[in-house]
């Protein structure tokens, strides 16, 4: 029980820190970056566990990280 209450917790702490700069100050600067942040969470965890490996190989992902921070820069203008 302790580890899934320590998972959930992350994920919550994820989304948060992901998603607070469009919260706080939309804009498409802050939509681009929280897009951005989710999609290097996705990255990373998409082929299984999170290490410094899987961080390296996610910041190697540039045209997808991009499209993350695009979609992220127009939630910013719609928000």
Do not use: Y
Not at 31 to 52: C, P, Q
Request: charged share 15%; net charge negative.
């Amino acid at each position: 029980m302790n580890k899934e209450i320590r998972d959930q917790a992350l994920h919550c702490a994820a989304a948060l820190l992901c998603l607070l700069p469009v919260a706080l100050f939309p804009s498409i600067i802050t939509g681009a970056v929280s897009g951005l942040l989710v999609g290097l969470v996705r990255e990373v965890t998409e082929e299984g566990d999170a290490s410094l490996a899987a961080l390296k190989s996610a910041f190697g992902s540039k045209l997808d990280l991009a499209f993350w921070a695009i979609g992220g820069a127009l939630a910013g203008l719609i928000a």
